[in-house]
């Protein structure tokens, strides 16, 4: 009897979630049957947050993968589907990718919820031994994690789109790049904060260095040093200014000096380039 007890609890969880998905369903249908845009809807969103909130909960007991969190909110979602609409791949296909993860980890843990609907016995009253369930509980925590840090917080988003497209038509133009980033090439991981300087420095970082960096900016050696780069960025772009966006590449390759505005490092195909142009 004991044993029927802890195994209908563990598994009360489920049913409540199965229960809120049937009536966001009957909500969406209905709704869009009246033309409405059902991701306005005031009633539809708290239906969703309170499947969300029940979401978090199963995943605080159920997932020993990640750090079984119940802190992520419906403003995620709502966010994500938001930015679907808004941004387009042309402004950021990485900010795209995570609002679209999310989206789909909510809705394939609606679609388990419809599979244990057809049978509860399916679910193991030990929630964390249900492999289906821990996987998407893990895919569901690690992209709206992402999604509470990256996309809730405005000014962190607009520094997220700006960034990504800096290094998306980078690696557009410079197959090089796009190599060492797709193979985690451990050298990327210098290069691209030396890009995100060269921005500060061209004042067009939207605040990266300000908000990863602030002592950059303060009173001290930092400043200065970080003042004389910029002196000599200046002049260096003046120099190479007829083929500035070369230059770019040249700098997040090589930090070169003044005498020296294009080093061995640069991509094979920027140097290509520059051969056409002599």
């Not at 399916?122 to 992402?146: C, G, H, I, M, R």
């Not at 800096?166 to 060492?180: A, H, L, M, P, W």
């Not at 070169?256 to 920027?270: E, G, L, N, T």
Request: proline content about 3%; hydrophobic content about 35%.
């Amino acid at each position: 009897m004991e044993l029927m007890v802890i195994e209908n609890d563990a598994r009360s969880r489920i049913v409540k979630a199965i229960e809120l998905d049937k009536e966001i369903q009957s909500f969406e249908i209905r709704e869009r049957l009246k033309g409405k845009v059902v991701p306005n809807c005031v009633t539809y969103n708290e239906l969703r947050r309170k499947l969300v909130d029940l979401c978090g909960n199963i995943n605080s007991v159920a997932n020993p993968e990640g750090k079984g969190r119940d802190d992520l909110t419906v403003d995620i979602l709502v966010e994500a589907e938001s930015i679907s609409r808004r941004i387009s791949n042309m402004e950021s296909r990485a900010v795209r990718k995570l609002a679209e993860q999310i989206k789909k980890s909510f809705a394939n843990f609606r679609l388990l919820l419809r599979k244990y609907q057809e049978n509860i016995e399916l679910v193991d009253p030990q929630l964390k031994n249900n492999t289906e369930l821990v996987e998407t509980l893990v895919q569901f925590e690690n992209s709206w994690a992402k999604g509470k840090e990256f996309l809730l917080a405005t000014k962190m988003c607009r520094m997220l789109i700006h960034f990504s497209q800096i290094i998306e038509g980078i690696s557009e133009k410079y197959r090089d790049v796009q190599e060492k980033i797709e193979a985690a090439d451990t050298e990327i991981f210098v290069l691209l904060p030396c890009l995100i300087v060269l921005n500060s420095l061209d004042g067009n970082d939207k605040g990266i260095c300000d908000h990863y960096y602030p002592r950059i900016k303060e009173a001290g050696a930092e400043q200065r040093e970080y003042n004389l780069l910029r002196e000599k960025y200046q002049r260096m772009k003046k120099k190479c200014k007829d083929g500035y966006k070369l230059y770019h590449i040249c700098l997040l390759y090589t930090s070169p000096s003044p005498r020296d505005s294009c080093a061995s490092r640069m991509p094979s195909s920027a140097c290509k380039k520059k051969k056409k142009k002599k």
